[in-house]
């Protein structure tokens, strides 16, 4: 599945980044939930650079919610939550620059093609060399064909795509993706997996929600089963079952 060529020097290899060895997010007994009630059990967990936590469990887990927390979309209802060595804050330009996210939010600019879109990302974070960065991203994610094409005319899978490869042409110590794989053909999760596994190899640290034992196998490092039980420590293969994949 690996492509033959290495990407360009990704923005989270840039001295003082990813590879700086320091714990990315620190969670003890994390509750999230809305309107005061948890939606999922206390969570303990931890992100390092160069490494992958996966999240699982069946709809309703609360997986998504952890997410939006350690992302300052919401507020947690208790436990302890640090991203980056500090309290999460969204606003701050530091936050900004080192943590990179694709949820399940279709979010597209009307007028520019794909190719101008993540450029647009690239170049609006600073990144140099951005012409090349896009175009690796481009190849990586397979596309090519519709580079030139007018983002909403898009496929809901070509779409999660251009998703995907904007978090991967901008600056990022973190990696926060809920379900990847969503909307991806077994081609397109193999792109996501090789391209996960580069991530992992400059040094950033994911954190993901995933039903995809592709992804399990391939990228995880640790997996967290949520259930009503608790949070259980699982292989990759014990999850796909408990799963039904």
Request: proline share 7%; aromatic share 2%.
């Amino acid at each position: 599945m690996r492509r033959a060529g290495r990407p360009a020097e990704p923005p989270s290899a840039a001295p003082g980044t990813a590879a700086d060895g320091g714990l990315l997010v620190r969670a003890r007994d994390l509750l999230v939930g809305y309107t005061g009630q948890p939606v999922s059990p206390p969570t303990t967990f931890a992100v390092v650079p160069g490494a992958a936590t996966a999240l699982v469990g069946l709809n309703g887990a609360g997986k998504t919610t952890v997410l939006k927390a350690v992302l300052g979309q919401l507020a947690p209802l208790g436990g302890e939550l640090e991203v980056l060595g500090g309290p999460v804050d969204e606003r701050s330009v530091a936050f900004r620059r080192a943590v990179a996210s694709v949820l399940d939010v279709d979010v597209q600019l009307p007028g520019l093609t794909v190719r101008e879109h993540l450029d647009l990302v690239a170049r609006g974070h600073g990144v140099r060399d951005a012409d090349d960065v896009v175009d690796q991203a481009v190849l990586d994610l397979g596309l090519e064909p519709v580079a030139e094409n007018p983002a909403t005319a898009l496929s809901s899978g070509q779409r999660r795509r251009m998703l995907l490869a904007a978090a991967l042409v901008r600056p990022r110590r973190l990696l926060v993706l809920d379900e990847p794989e969503q909307r991806l053909d077994l081609a397109g999760r193999e792109d996501v997996v090789d391209r996960l596994v580069e991530e992992k190899e400059a040094g950033v640290g994911l954190l993901l929600a995933t039903h995809d034992p592709l992804l399990l196998a391939e990228v995880a490092d640790e997996v967290l089963l949520l259930s009503e039980d608790g949070v259980l420590p699982v292989t990759a293969a014990e999850a796909a079952r408990e799963l039904g994949r």
